[in-house]
């Protein structure tokens, strides 16, 4: 059987070509996600960056910490504490202090993310001057890199100002300086300072009350902006290689799994022969096992190689894009190499389970058949089984979803994932409905003069496990274009529909290159004749929920009466001008969410409070968040005021007071429709890298398997594009024949997979329509078209081509021409 098995694949490389590039290119998928996944297990030990020369930083409470059954449970503060003034004025007695603040500065000619600080927090970097002086004026700044020079004057957010002098940047931040005073006038809180002093004594002043931390050492590095971000990166990126790995899997077993199943189909009066000089149906079962353990292990074997240099070039793209800390590299794990190529091999023999029984149960007599028609019913009891099992499990658990969680199917790791059940139950049951649908796709055709239209009515119609074999890798590349794709963008439609609906104001003023509007500024907006004001600020609130899980929800800080004029609120309980001091506004994914009720909860600052809910939104798409009045969101900074007019108000005499009013604090006045427009929600960009790492994923397998596929359905075919010839057809007529039968394919795939999509969307629709945000399905209509005409192009150029090898030959000698 092994000789034999060498033979097989010396003879019909090109049958099993596509099957070898699909599962090496899957293998070296998986080992560069297996590599890239080993190297970001763990990020490396980053040291303090804005406090390397500091002694000691005492950085107030920023980690709300509450105890449960289950041990203690943290979550960052959304507003962290200011270290407490008796606390300051003890560290005062042990040494010199310094206060530290950070805020935005936004600059004419600036780079985008720069930052303010105290001039005297300069040393503790520390920051050189390269040139000039320090500041000593309000006016005066000191910038770090080589975008500004001293003596330039730039206009900034927070005024004009002088640079007098350069320091050279560090890399982690761009840095603005301005005196001690100035700094303390543009950003009063103090979140963390640095201590001149004994460690140990600062200790004892501190006390360890309050959640005040003492940092020295390493621990410096958490009084750095963002100190968590390279293990956040790190799991966007474990998140992104896992997505792609999964869908690799997946879509190489589909491939291989077809292209096997085909490849023994036509291999039929072979498998005759063979039983007909005495082979057993369990040593054609062996052969065809041993031939996908040889092109396993050797394109496992190519795959680990080709994964192993092409690992370091994806991980310097995502560095490029900024997917990944500058440092992230791969390292010399070897275990995805071990994972990746038994992987392969164990995909090229589950693959070809099914196919070698198929092959076992040839008889004898199919060593006679001399026509390509298929022969008995194409829906084998295991693709009914199979079919229908996938089937029913994508809409049992379909039903489950939206019956007990519908808020699971608006997840990434939800919508990526469901599709593959329907699509691989459409590619069980497709030969259910390829006779019908190439008859319908051929019924113009084949009206038209010319027997072309007709001949590939017939021909799909008869090569039923042909037309289901090249629509396949169609069905897949549409129905996860669609799915994917058409799942963000209908998420993004339900969730402007949701702020379009909840937006009653005529103007919205937003605070740009800094966070919130001073108070004189809101004065001001008020003071403008024929405007109802009302500011809001952002913030959030923690509630224990079944006693262990500690979860926040995002707030918004806002006095009922203003809010109830600018804003319409999804309600299904209460009245937002039920709102006090003494309560909340929830939405309905809280476990406690009935008017009246109390429930414990921490505000942004930590602070612990016991609160009457007064009203309930709908849950949504997840953005109806947590309404409080100004009072519980101590901390919070005003960054948006909407706007309604007063009765008989001039819209244009309202817009020019508001610009007038926050003409000294950088706002800007939008309509409500350059505000929506503005701030239309899209996709994240890593999730956008996501899919189109997984699309493109599925697009270079389709085009593989499609490849693949043509060729072989094309040389099945050679005996009767003989017969053609000899019945008089030209060459071009037999070409367009080859080619308009290969676009029969691609239409069936292209339809079953845009019905996957629409079926797999409508589950979607359904949990927003629970959620009470129902919006029409967006199908990406130009992404489907782009991948249809992909694939077309790429089954026709392959089918053409191997009919016109073909026809080379003499047409008189149909005989000769059989591949």
Known sequence: MLSLALRTLRFRWTAFAGTFAALSLGVAL?????????????????????????????????????????????????????????????????????????????????????????????????????????????????????????????????????????????????????????????????????????????????????GVRVLTGDDRRFADASPERDSEALTAMNALFGTAGGVSAFVSVFVVASTFAFAVAQRRREFGLLRTAGATAGQIRRMVLLEALLIGVLASAAGCVLGAHAAPRLAAWVVDVGLAPGWFAIGDAAWPFHVAFWTGLLVALCGVVAASWRAGRTGPAQALREASADAGPPMTPGRWLGGAGLLLTAVVTLVVALLSDPGDLLHRKTYVSRPMLLIAAAALLAPLVVRPLTRLAAWLPARLPGAVGMLVRENAAAGVRRTAAVAAPVLVTVALTGSLLGATATLDRARAAETRERTTAAFVVTATGHVSFDARTLDRLRAVPGARVSASAPSAVYVLEEGVALIRSEARAADPRALAATARLPLTAGKVTDLDDGSVVVNEEWERHTVGQRVRVWLGDGTERTLRIAAVTATGTGDNGVLVTPANAPGARVDRVDVALADGADADVVAAGLERAVGPGGGRVLTAEQWLAATAPGTERTTRYGLLLVLGIALLYAGISLVNTTVMAASDQVRDLAVLRLTGATRWQVLRLAGAESLAGVAVGAVLGVTVAVLDLAGMWAALALRSAPVPLALPWPALAAVTAACAALATTAAVVRAAVALRRPALRPATLRA
């Open 30 to 210: 998986l080992t560069v996600m297996g590599l890239a996944l080993a190297s970001s297990l763990e990020a490396p030990a980053r040291g303090p960056e804005r406090f390397a020369a500091a002694p000691v930083v005492v950085k107030g409470a920023d980690t709300l910490r509450v105890p449960t059954p289950n041990g203690e449970r943290t979550a960052r503060l959304a507003h962290p504490r200011a270290v407490p003034g008796t606390t300051v004025a003890a560290l005062r007695r042990l040494g010199t202090v310094v206060a530290d603040r950070s805020y935005p500065v936004r600059a004419e000619g600036g780079p985008a993310g720069l930052t303010g600080h105290p001039w005297s927090t300069a040393a503790f970097v520390p920051y050189e001057l390269v040139s000039g002086r320090a500041p000593r004026a309000d006016d005066e700044v000191v910038v770090s890199g080589d975008w500004a020079r001293p003596g330039q004057r730039v206009r900034t957010d927070r005024g004009t100002v002088r640079v007098v002098g350069t320091v050279a940047g560090q890399g982690f931040e761009h840095a603005v300086f301005h005196t001690d005073a100035r700094a303390a006038g543009l950003s009063p809180p103090v979140d963390q300072l640095v201590v001149d002093a004994d460690p140990a004594a600062v200790r004892k002043a501190v006390g360890g009350g309050g």
